[in-house]
Structure formats: structure tokens, C-alpha cells
């Protein structure tokens, strides 16, 4: 059994799995294919990077998107806290810089490259599909190929 787990994608999932894995002391491969290969949508090379809208939807604590976001900080979610350090005015939504939201997140994983629970981050696609030797696998991807 392997003495880390896994997380193939570097996006929201998959830098957030990384965090609460790392922060619990496990070590973590983080595989991101960035700056190696870009997908259409992708645009710099930090990760988590959001390619969409720069909106989480509203912060108020009497819907649902809110709530979820509240309890997310109080269970100290990377993700979260990087938005809210990013967060750029737009009423009650959440909306972040995305570039500054994207470095902030890249920072805050770099720094568990030296620490006991430590992210190394492999900045090349995995290609293969995982098997039991692989031990403990996330795949926080957009759809691949994967079987």
C-alpha cells in the first residue's frame, strides 16, 4: 500500500482534496497537467483555476449557497478562504479576482512541499488508469478517458 494517496486533477476538487488530505498529515501526489498541457478553457498555470465566471454565487447565510459556504469556513476550506481573501465587490455573490484567486490557491499548496503531510505536485497529465497498486486514487477531472 502506498504511503500517500493520489489526486489526479488540479482544479477546485482537486487542490481542496489535496489541502484537507495534507493538512491531516498524509502525503499527497497532486498530478496537474498545466503548464504541460492547457485544456480550450485553461488560461495560466496556477492551479485551481476558475474558467468560467468568477462568481460562487451568494454569500448570504439564508439560501443554501450561503449556508454551504459558512460551513465551509468553519471546517476551513482552502477554497473559501482564498475567495474570500480575493473577493472583489458584487453585492451579496461571492466573486473573486480569478488570476489572485488562482496564485493564492497555487501558494497555499506550494507550501506543503517541505511539511509531514506533504503535497508534491507532479505538473505533467496522468495518463494512466489507476489500478489497485496505485493505492488510494481521486480523480477530480473533467470527463477523461478513464474506464
Do not use: W
Not at 2 to 11: L, P, Q, R
Not at 17 to 37: F, S
Not at 69 to 87: H, N, P, V
Not at 109 to 120: D, H, V
Amino acid at each position: 500500500m502506498n504511503k500517500y494517496i493520489t489526486v489526479i486533477g488540479g482544479g477546485l476538487a482537486g487542490s481542496e482534496a489535496a489541502y484537507q488530505i495534507a493538512k491531516r498529515g498524509i502525503d499527497v501526489k497532486l498530478y496537474e497537467m498545466k503548464p504541460e498541457k492547457f485544456s480550450p478553457a485553461h488560461e495560466n498555470k496556477d492551479l485551481a483555476e476558475i474558467v468560467c465566471s468568477n462568481s460562487f454565487k451568494s454569500n448570504s447565510i439564508t439560501n443554501a449557497c450561503g449556508l454551504l459556504k459558512e460551513e465551509l469556513r468553519r471546517l476551513d476550506s482552502l477554497l473559501i478562504r482564498c475567495a474570500d481573501e480575493t473577493a472583489v465587490p458584487a453585492g451579496q455573490a461571492l466573486a473573486v479576482d480569478r488570476d489572485e484567486f488562482s496564485r493564492l490557491v497555487t501558494l497555499e499548496i506550494e507550501k506543503f512541499e517541505e511539511l509531514p503531510g506533504k503535497i508534491e505536485i507532479v505538473k505533467s497529465e496522468y495518463t494512466k488508469n489507476p489500478t489497485e497498486e496505485d493505492g488510494i486514487v481521486i480523480i477530480a477531472t473533467r470527463p477523461t478517458n478513464f474506464r
